[in-house]
């Protein structure tokens, strides 16, 4: 049975960090994109950052550009999310999400919600002002 299972949320205050891990278990995705996505109160779950087969083949939301860093550590079938100059607005629960199909090692990560197929439970973050 395939699991993935977020860690790492919490309370912060405006500008702090927290970091973010997602352990996956059942199968590995070492050569599978996996993302970062968010939902707030009543709104759509979105898009935040995604990594695929190569490390160095990343994507993020413009709103997290320059504050959140994705990574994934093969050996530990675990992706991470830095985030860093946190905001109010970034408060949401946080989902690990994985791409069941390889797209190849050049493949661009996808942003879409439907390109996943396994998801995590979610991990709340509050950002207080």
């Known amino acids: 049975q395939v699991q993935l299972v977020e860690s790492g949320g919490g309370l912060v205050q405006a500008g702090g960090s927290l970091r973010l891990s997602c352990a996956a278990s059942?199968?590995?995705?070492?050569?599978?994109?996996m993302g970062w996505f968010r939902q707030a109160p009543g709104k759509e779950r979105e898009f935040v950052a995604a990594?695929?087969?190569?490390?160095?083949?990343?994507a993020y939301a413009d709103s997290v550009k320059g504050r959140f860093t994705i990574s994934r550590d093969h050996a530990k079938n675990t992706v991470y999310l830095q985030m860093m100059s946190l905001r109010p607005e970034d408060t949401a629960v946080y989902y690990c999400?994985?791409?069941?199909?390889?797209?190849?090692?050049?493949?661009?990560?996808?942003?879409?919600?439907?390109?996943?197929?396994?998801w995590g439970q979610g991990t709340q973050v509050t950002v207080s002002s």
């Open positions: 999400a994985a791409d069941g199909v390889s797209r190849g090692w050049y493949s661009r990560p996808s942003v879409a919600v439907s390109a996943y197929d396994y």
């Open positions: 059942g199968r590995t995705f070492s050569s599978n994109a």
């Open positions: 990594v695929a087969w190569s490390v160095d083949n990343t």
